[in-house]
């Protein structure tokens, strides 16, 4: 009986002894967050007294994004507050948005910055938010909703009439014109759409969208897009691509096609390929915003709200008009990124 009671001892002993094992192995493998993080990675729950900022974006292969993740970084580190910045592959995956958003939240961060893809999805997360005291702020896209305390982006609706405006000019005045935009769910995405053609249709009565595809955002779908467009419409003067994946797959589509020099491209956003293609004569223009401004507005914003200050519903980051002429300024490299 003796044996019998010792041999269960030294099991229990070393159960005890495997099961600390694997705590301190836990809590080793947590301890290493970092002030900013980017991709899918998201950091864990915030520690006592410190300001956690989760940034959830509409993507994060876009140049874009990237540029807006480094001013996010940029203010994390000048202020003092631990951020994370993801976002989907691909700006058509609003659930793994809304996936990402639930797991931010979960983590009980001080406050969050948040682009919705889908705004209408977003609601009963954000409300979630707001009943736990978690400020929200909107960036690029809003958020049709006054839970977010405010939106630091573009006004879309004039960047978007002043890339209508460029593409009358462009065109002469008249003739038959095409859109490529990334959806119809986001305000992004509502706003370029309306702006642009609210512009053509009520200050150029001989010009005409014969088209509106929305592509995702994603330049492979957005590139057959554009080629049907031009197969179907073959005295077409015109497209403009309304974010960053829109514009290169309208770019690739003219390149393809060999439409050079006779279809006038403008797009919106910048990176790599659309300086080069307007450098080239492919596209004639483009609008950019100040992507790092937005991270940076956005993170200042939150941590604002998070000291109770108050804060004006919209912060405008502004947006610039660049082409071959301007696109080697001071000011204009400044806000555009490869």
């Not at 209508?164 to 706003?191: C, F, N, P, R, Y």
């Not at 998070?306 to 002429?325: A, V």
Request: charge should be negative; include cysteine; charged fraction near 20%.
């Amino acid at each position: 009986m003796g044996k019998k009671l010792s041999v269960f001892a030294l099991v229990l002993m070393l159960a005890a002894s495997l099961l600390s094992a694997c705590g301190n192995a836990g809590n080793g493998a947590s301890g290493g967050d970092s002030p900013s993080e980017g991709g899918s990675g998201s950091g864990g729950s915030a520690a006592e007294g410190e300001i956690y900022i989760p940034i959830i974006s509409k993507g994060f292969q876009h140049q874009f994004w990237q540029a807006v993740k480094s001013g996010a970084e940029q203010a994390g580190q000048e202020l003092g507050v631990r951020i994370t910045f993801e976002g989907p592959e691909t700006e058509s995956q609003v659930d793994k948005q809304i996936e990402m958003l639930q797991a931010a939240l979960d983590k009980k961060p001080s406050a969050i910055g948040f682009a919705a893809l889908d705004s209408q999805a977003s609601i009963p997360l954000l409300k979630k938010a707001q009943e736990n005291n978690i400020p929200v702020i909107a960036f690029d896209s809003g958020v049709e909703s006054d839970i977010p305390v405010t939106t630091a982006s573009t006004d879309n609706m004039a960047a978007s009439a002043l890339a209508a405006d460029k593409m009358a000019e462009l065109i002469g005045g008249e003739g038959k014109i095409a859109m490529v935009v990334h959806d119809q769910t986001s305000v992004t995405g509502v706003s370029r759409r309306d702006g642009f053609k609210k512009q053509i249709e009520e200050k150029y009565p001989n010009i005409q969208i014969v088209d509106i595809q929305y592509g995702g955002g994603d330049h492979l779908k957005s590139t057959d897009l554009a080629k049907a467009m031009m197969q179907a419409h073959p005295d077409l003067k015109g497209i403009f691509g309304a974010n960053e994946g829109s514009a290169v797959g309208v770019i690739n589509a003219v390149t393809e096609m060999k439409k050079e020099g006779q279809i006038v491209v403008i797009g919106f956003d910048s990176g790599k390929a659309q300086i080069d293609a307007i450098k080239n004569g492919t596209m004639a223009g483009a609008i950019t915003q100040n992507p790092v401004g937005i991270g940076y507005e956005t993170v200042k914003a939150a941590l604002a709200a998070i000291k109770g200050e108050k804060l004006e519903p919209q912060i405008d980051t502004g947006f610039y008009w660049y082409d071959k002429n301007n696109i080697d300024s001071e000011e204009i490299k400044a806000v555009i990124y490869e």
